[in-house]
């Protein structure tokens, strides 16, 4: 088996590979960028579908009931949307920004973000009933009886609740769930609508916006049960605290929100009290209009900032793309709308396309300040600049406020909307550089790039995980002689994975001229002196270092070396293949020399056929893998990560182990022995670990033909439920079917295949910020084999004094990886896990009785 960490891989957006702007390229643009198509897509449908429900649900209302109950349920559902939208106060778009990069139960947050709104919106609807009925007598006409106000004051709250719930769905990058509550919501309400049409009574206001309310209500129950059904919420109890240091950014989202939306939805007003509420008629039609263009920018906008607020590595692709969507697609029919603008118009009637036709043309042609507006508002946003992108939505919508009362002033719709218009433009003049800057940004990290590859898909999949050899104690190795065996690697083949640049937001292998490249080489290989060395640090130092562009990081110093890999590179073979030349090249002052190696994009299709498509016998086996369990949620305490490795090794514990297994458990491989007697001392030392089963990391190199080799990682860790984790001949029995089934395959073709759909990402997700108050150890094995192509080394010192560490770089809460490898007939033992969780002590002493006798751990335990 070949070391691999603990955790799969999550897809990542693409970029463009080598193959430049042909058709391979493209694709592998449009399909990096699906999360913005997806979730843009799903917005946009929303609109289009509740405006098409909307218009079907007012045209059936005003055909089944009074005018008067029309006018009431409209004026109530204005009031829902207006005080439900202030009622929000920011919580959406502050969810929006955090979700991404927030650690630990996502959904106490938005439910906590929820009640705030819904209480909000609470204080609103009362202020506005207040208001309607001691200052404002015709809009208490429209409140109807009591049972109508309470029903309004409830509705504002939900309103304002869904509203927040949305975008939290979107900050989540679940778009399509909550196209799926609305169009629910949509349908819902029409169909209550037609039912009590059919009934023998006079529908009223109260009535009408019941069938809302209701909508309302079974669209969040349905999703509620999506969501449960996929198992994506965690604890939705919510927690004040949480808001805490989230204030001011929450007030600067409000702001920017209110300052956006309060003066577009008073330019009827304005219109009306300047012009007539005739004029009013055609322009609200024609606003309209521009507000379904607009709508394309507005939700490509929304979700730019809903990704990139998770990767803002990613902001100047998303902005190009997303720039690409809107003015590629939507400027053609702004201006189709414009040149129409008259035909469009007299379909609402003669007299709108004589009073509207013109201002419709010149509302077309502000497509383009729309973008530009929207775009610099989601960069704001993400770029952190909230407030001063508020204060200049004021100050912007204000000038377009009194724009509007300037040119309707002067007698004319047509004018007034010729001013509104004039000053978009100034506005885009001022907000083009924003956006344009990031467009035009040279990419991050490129430096003096000569030529770039595109990862492969196992490459991908691996690309959030890391992996640290650190052996020692070497003779003649220096940090400089290090770096100039990698200046000769380059010199030799400067495409060569481990003297390149890994660009994690693109998936792309950078490769760099010699002069960048020696740069390049001092930071990737740090020097820590001649003095003795704490190689057990070295390797934590490591593991502490948070992800870069470096495939390859090495620590060296006091003879001792220390090299974190990304698991994009390879897995234990290939880095135990790179280690050892660049451990030689140094000792012996030269340059290192490491044969290309051709990569085999078909490989893994190929040995899946040869295993499966040519024997359907085996599909119903090859296609049925077992799952880790759910995991029931219990109580927790907060936690913070504190990775961390302790060691072992034993050059007699091997002899002993062969001898009992010959006597007692002939066939079993030492390794199964060291993993049942590893759960068998986490128990006898108190840590109960999950005996249920555990993580197996296995080599598909195995399946593939003897002519095919694979220098990148070609791993799979299946999670395995022997009958008894204790016993070691239960464990090499389980393996044994499970590597003769060649169902890993499957999971690794299927895990390629959404990552071809979906992209991987570059970096794993976050560590939660919560932990079980109890936990229980989650066992992850990985066997790397024998490490005896590491003999030739400038060793200083006898196989027993040999330091061979192999570990990973993640790990969960509870999670606790073995790795064991052999060297010189020496047994080497890593256990990775979280001081925060664990005490060190009590896993330090787990593996000296492991390197103790295994047997009598075993034997015991029977």
Known sequence: MQQTSVTEAVPESLDAGPEGPGRAGLVAVLRGHLDLFLNAGSLMATTALTSLFGFAYW??????????????????????????????????????????????????????????AGSAATVGGLIYVGLAHWAIPGLQEALGGTAATVLLVFGIALNAMTLVLDEALVGLLQGPLQLMRNAWFSVVKLVLLGILALLPFTLDGGVLLLTWVAGMVLSVAVLGRALRRKKMIDSVRPRASLLRGRGRATFDHNLLNLATYLPRAALPLVVTAVLSAEANASFYTAFMVLSFLAMVPGNVALTLFAVASGDRAALRSKVRMGLLICLGGGLPVSLVVAFAADWIMSLFGASYAESAGAALTILALTYVPFVFHHFFLAISRVQGTVRGAGIFAVFAGVAELLAAWYGGSRGSLT????????????????????????????????????STTSLTLHERAWLPLEYIRTVGPLTGVTAERLRAALIGLHAADPTHRAVSRLDRSGARWLHMDAATFAAYAEEAVTDLGDGPADFD??????????????????????????????HAYGDAGPVNTLLRELVRAAGEERAAVIAPSRRHRWALPKAWWKQFGTKPARWKQGLSFPRPPHVEQAETRPWAPALTVETARSAEVLGRMRVWRDEHAPGVTTSAITFAAFAVALRDLGLDPDLGGGTFLADARRYLDKDVSI?????????????????PRSIHTTLKAELASGRILTMMLLREGKILVAGAPGLPDPYPAVAPARPRPRLTFSNQGRHDVLADLPWSGD???????????LNGPEGITLTTSEMGGVLHLEATFHASTYDPAVVARALQLVCADPAALIMAAR
């Open 711 to 727: 220098d990148s990682n070609f791993c799979m860790g299946p999670y395995l439920t022997p009958e008894d984790l204790t016993d």
């Open 415 to 450: 004018e007034l909307v010729t001013w509104v218009a004039l000053v978009m433009a100034v506005e885009t003049v001022l907000v083009a550089p924003t956006v344009l800057r990031v467009v035009f940004a040279r990419a991050v990290d490129e430096g003096d790039v000569v």
């Open 59 to 116: 045209w059936l209302a005003a055909r089944t009931a009074p005018a008067e109950a029309v006018g009431q349920a409209s004026a109530a559902v204005s009031a829902m949307t207006l005080i439900g939208t202030i009622g929000m106060f920011g919580m959406g778009t502050m969810l929006i920004s955090d979700l991404p990069s927030l650690r630990g139960p996502k959904w106490q947050l938005i439910s906590t973000c929820l009640l705030v």
């Open 799 to 809: 196989a027993a004094g040999r330091v061979n560490q192999s570990v990973p770089t």
């Open 537 to 566: 640090a070295m390797t934590r130092r490591l593991q502490d270092e948070p992800r870069g562009h470096h495939p390859v990081r090495i620590l060296a110093g006091g003879g001792y070396v220390a090299m974190k890999v990304s």
